[in-house]
């Protein structure tokens, strides 16, 4: 027996350069599982396949096993690493909407009941709901239309004021519109198998009956809200904190 080896765990080797091995692999073998071979002083040693357990091989034969090894050494000083850290936590700041939210969300876990949690989570939602401003064009609409209003001669001046505040609080858009675009920062996810849109929708309806309304929701219905509702909100909350906000220093 000149040289023969196994592929996998097991290797056996001896001796100088001829024979090939039971599985009919020959010295250099490229089968990955392979131990791999090599000359040294016209002699063939084997380079045992790295892997876990017992290497087993015949007493009189000599195993070469490399081994690397590194000394890296960190050349930056503390200070200045702290130093780093402190100027870019002043430079950069959460979103105070995505802010308010987190401890809207971690303050509903300890809420007593279903119905608490709930509302504690549509508030959190709600938190991060910003309008914005209505377009260029709409704007000029509605200063003509505020004009159209303080001509009237017909109109009190306290229905005056009332309809001015009305037509001015319509320079942002809806709160219907601004939380639709927010949950459209969730697509394409879904939740109870709608959109998150949709499901945004939903949850508000929800919450509506149980503060509002005649008949209350079902404690069930409650309940499957509940746990998609705080998937929702965590997941929104996440998308808010990692927007971070360029503050002076």
């Known amino acids: 027996m000149n040289f023969f080896r196994r592929c996998g765990s097991l290797l056996y080797a001896q001796g100088s350069t001829s ?24 002699q063939e040693f084997a380079l ?33 690493v702290g130093t780093t850290f402190q100027r870019a936590m002043r430079s950069a700041t959460a979103s105070p909407h995505g802010s308010l939210a987190f401890d809207l969300y971690v303050a509903s876990w300890r809420m007593p009941t279903d119905d608490a949690r709930l509302l504690m989570l549509t508030s959190a939602a709600e938190a991060m ?42 320079h942002q858009e809806s709160i219907g519109s601004a939380s639709a675009r927010l949950a459209d920062r969730l697509n394409p996810r879904t939740f109870l198998d709608r959109t998150a ?29 509940l746990g998609a509702l705080g998937e929702f909100v965590r997941e929104l909350i996440e998308l808010e904190l990692s927007s971070l906000e360029t503050a002076h220093p």
């Open 19 to 42: 024979t090939s091995c039971p599985a009919k692999h020959r010295v250099g073998c490229p089968r990955p599982r392979c131990a791999t071979s090599m000359r040294l002083s016209r």
């Open 48 to 80: 045992p396949a790295f892997a876990r357990g017992v290497m087993v091989h015949l007493t009189s034969e000599e195993i070469v096993v490399p081994r690397l090894s590194a000394t890296v050494r960190a050349h930056t000083p503390a200070q200045t």
């Open 129 to 170: 709901v910003v309008p914005e401003k209505v377009s260029g064009e709409e704007r000029i609409a509605l200063r003509r239309l505020a004009a159209v209003v303080r001509a009237d001669q017909t109109l009190s001046p306290t229905s005056k004021k009332s309809l001015e505040n009305r037509i001015g609080s319509l």
């Open 197 to 225: 849109r949709d499901f945004f929708s939903y949850a508000y309806d929800v919450r509506s009956r149980l503060v509002h309304g005649d008949v209350p929701p079902a404690t069930s219905e409650v309940a499957l809200v």
